[in-house]
C-alpha cells in the first residue's frame, strides 16, 4: 500500500511545484488595470503555462535600468522604439526567437530582441457632434483659437512624446513655430493620457491627443459613434507597442512559452479589446467590428529608435519653446 501513496504524494508534490512556478512581468500601471489587458493575459496564459503569472506595474525601464541584472522581471511588456535604443543598449534583453511572418504591421518588422503585440497612431479625437474637425495638421495650427485642444507632457507620457516627435516629422526645423500657433489652442498639458482624455468626455476640450483606436471603445463599449480620430494627410505618428525577454531570467523556458504565445490568434484576437488597439499579427477582417469601421491614415509616419533617441531633446525644445512665447 506505501507505493500508491508515495506516488500519489510525488504528483501532488510536483503538481503544486507547478503551480508555485511565477512568471514575473513588469508591465505599465495601464495593464493591471481592471480595463486593461493584464487580467485577460494572465487567464489565458495561466490556463495553458501551469504556472502563477504576476504583473508588477511601475515605470518599465526607470525601474529596470535601476535593478540592472538583480531585477526580479522575466519579461518586460509595453516598451515601444522611442525608449527601446536605451533599453537594448542596457544588455539586459535577450532574442525573442518568435517568428515574425505572422506580424500584419502597416511597416517592417525585423527586431530580433523586441516583440510587436499592439500598434496605433496618434491622432486627435473629437465629437463629431460637437465639433467640425481641421482636415490637415495645417488647418489645426491655422483653426481659431477658440478651438480647445488637451495633450500630454512628452516629458512624463509615451503620447505626450510622440506627439512632438510627430510634429518634428511633419515639419522639421519649423517645429517651433508649429508650436508657437498651437500655443493659443491648447488649454491644459497634463501629466499623463487619462487625464487629457477625461477631460475630453467631460466636455472642458473640443479635441484630445489621443490615438486612431480610441473611438473604437466608444463604439464596441458605449455603441456611440460619435467619437471620431481626425485624419491629416500629411500623417500620422506611428506607435508600437513591444515586449521582451530578460537575458539573466531564472524561467527561460516559460518566459519563452510567453513570447510565443503573444503572436498567437488567442491573444491578439483578445488584445484589440483589451488594450483598445490595433492587433499586430492579425488580418484586418478578423478584428472586431468597431475596429473595422475605423478611420486609419494612409500615410504611416515612423522613427527608428536611433532616430527617435536622437531627435527627442530637440523636439521636446522645440516644444518647450513654442508653448512658452
Not at 482624455?197 to 466608444?218: C, I, K, N, Q, W
Not at 518566459?255 to 483598445?276: C, V
Amino acid at each position: 500500500m506505501k507505493a500508491p501513496i508515495f506516488a500519489a504524494g510525488l504528483f501532488l508534490a510536483t503538481s503544486a511545484l507547478a503551480q508555485d512556478t511565477v512568471l514575473t512581468v513588469y508591465a505599465g500601471d495601464y495593464v493591471v488595470s481592471e480595463w486593461g489587458p493584464g487580467p485577460r493575459i494572465e487567464e489565458l496564459f495561466e490556463a495553458q503555462c501551469d504556472c502563477d503569472l504576476q504583473f508588477k506595474p511601475g515605470d518599465l525601464l526607470p525601474r529596470l535600468m535601476l535593478e540592472g541584472e538583480r531585477t526580479e522581471a522575466d519579461v518586460v511588456f509595453g516598451l515601444n522604439t522611442d525608449v527601446t535604443k536605451q533599453a537594448r543598449e542596457s544588455g539586459l534583453f535577450a532574442p525573442h526567437g518568435v517568428d515574425l511572418s505572422a506580424l500584419t504591421l502597416p511597416i517592417d518588422w525585423t527586431d530580433d530582441v523586441f516583440l510587436p503585440f499592439n500598434y496605433g497612431h496618434t491622432a486627435f479625437v473629437y465629437n463629431a457632434e460637437l465639433t467640425e474637425p481641421p482636415t490637415s495638421f495645417d488647418a489645426l495650427l491655422d483653426a481659431p483659437d477658440d478651438l480647445r485642444l488637451v495633450i500630454q507632457d512628452p516629458r512624463t507620457s509615451i503620447s505626450g512624446l510622440a506627439l512632438v516627435l510627430w510634429v518634428q516629422s511633419v515639419y522639421g526645423e519649423e517645429a517651433q513655430a508649429a508650436w508657437e500657433k498651437l500655443a493659443p489652442k491648447i488649454v491644459t498639458v497634463t501629466k499623463g493620457w487619462s487625464e487629457s482624455y477625461g477631460l475630453f468626455t467631460d466636455g472642458e476640450a473640443d479635441m484630445v491627443l489621443s490615438y486612431t483606436t480610441s473611438p473604437a471603445y466608444h463604439i464596441i463599449a458605449e455603441e456611440d459613434t460619435t467619437k471620431k480620430a481626425a485624419i491629416f494627410p500629411e500623417g500620422h505618428y506611428f506607435m508600437v507597442e513591444l515586449a521582451a525577454k530578460l537575458a539573466g531570467t531564472d524561467q527561460p523556458e516559460l518566459a519563452q512559452q510567453f513570447m510565443d504565445f503573444i503572436l498567437t490568434e488567442d491573444f491578439q484576437s483578445m488584445i484589440a479589446t483589451g488594450n483598445w488597439s490595433i492587433p499586430a499579427a492579425l488580418p484586418k477582417e478578423k478584428w472586431p467590428e468597431g475596429f473595422q469601421q475605423l478611420d486609419l491614415p494612409e500615410k504611416v509616419l515612423f522613427y527608428s529608435e536611433d532616430e527617435a533617441a536622437d531627435l527627442r531633446d530637440e523636439a521636446i525644445e522645440a516644444w518647450r519653446a513654442g508653448l512658452s512665447q
